[in-house]
Nanobody
Framework: QVQLVESGGGLVQAGDSLRLSCAAS????????MGWFRRPPGKEREFVAG????????YYADSVKGRFTISRDNAKNMVYLQMNSLKPEDTAVYYC?????????????????WGQGTQVTVSS
């Protein structure tokens, strides 16, 4: 069982940076691959970034590649999403999620555990 709690969202201007954090509970955290998803207003949830259990491998949606960085600290049971050069189209509720090893990170149905989400709003 893994419980996830996101934090770090807020209202920023275009071009600003923001770092989201996801605190995980559970002794098996380091065995899970982790992902960040987002749900823009009026749209479906979409994949943002994924990271494997060790942190050695990452994968990004084309829309955020080069601007966002996912990382994790297994000693602290934390996952992060550093977001730079934010755009108004990045406005969404952001969720972190945990998937078993070997999952396809972009498929939300492969994730077992989800946080409650944190709102990010980027003004133009």
């Amino acid at each position: 069982q893994v419980q996830l709690v996101e934090s770090g969202g807020g209202l920023v201007q275009a071009g600003d940076s923001l770092r989201l954090s996801c605190a995980a509970s559970g002794r098996t955290f380091s065995s899970y691959d982790m992902g960040w998803f987002r749900r823009p207003p009026g749209k479906e949830r979409e994949f943002v970034a994924g990271i494997n259990w060790s942190g050695a491998n990452t994968y990004y949606a084309d829309s955020v590649k080069g601007r966002f960085t996912i990382s994790r600290d297994n000693a602290k049971n934390m996952v992060y999403l550093q977001m730079n050069s934010l755009k108004p189209e990045d406005t969404a509720v952001y969720y972190c999620a945990a998937a078993p090893y070997g999952a396809t990170w972009s498929r939300d149905y492969e994730y077992n555990y989800w946080g409650q989400g944190t709102q990010v709003t980027v003004s133009s």
